[in-house]
Structure formats: C-alpha cells, structure tokens
C-alpha cells in the first residue's frame, strides 16, 4: 500500500507539473502553486519526526519526508520540463 501511496504522488505531481506549464499564470504564482502542490505529503512524514526527535523511526520518518520532498519536486519539474519540450516541438 505504501509504494501504491507513492507512485500515486509522484505521478500526480509529474501530471501538476506537465498542467502548471500550460497555464498562462504568472511565475510567481505559479511556483507558489507548485511549492503548495508539493508540501502535504512530506510534511505528514516530516512534522511528526521534527515535533518528537526522540520518538522511534523519528530519523526513518524524516528521511522518508526528504525523500519525498525532493521526489516531489523533481516530477513536477519534469513534468515542466516535458511539456515545454513539447510546446517547442510544435
């Protein structure tokens, strides 16, 4: 269940990323966008492992966040970048 949890996020923020490119937004706002997008689900690994350093698999917990949080923001900015591949194509 959790890898299902994962790859759902992953593959929701490389569609955000590939969506956030096709909006006539600013860029500020649309980076804004993207950081809300990414945050939720690392910081429910994150904010338990910062609150009580000193609760077990508080370290695994904050890792995983990390991990997450980059994760994150490397699909979304892949999804960016696919769609602005795509855009020049045409």
Not at 26 to 38: E, H, Y
Not at 51 to 76: N, W
Request: aromatic fraction near 8%; glycine fraction near 10%; proline fraction near 7%.
């Amino acid at each position: 269940m959790p890898q299902i949890l994962t790859a759902l996020y992953l593959i929701a923020m490389l569609a955000a990323g590939w969506r956030l490119f096709g909006l006539g937004w600013s860029r500020g706002v649309k980076i804004a966008t993207a950081v809300a997008l990414i945050l939720p689900f690392p910081l429910l690994m994150l904010l338990p492992a910062l609150i009580e350093p000193a609760r077990p698999f508080a370290d695994l917990l904050r890792a995983m966040g990390l991990t997450l949080l980059l994760c994150g923001a490397l699909c979304l900015g892949g999804g960016w970048s696919a769609a602005k591949m795509r855009a020049r194509r045409r």
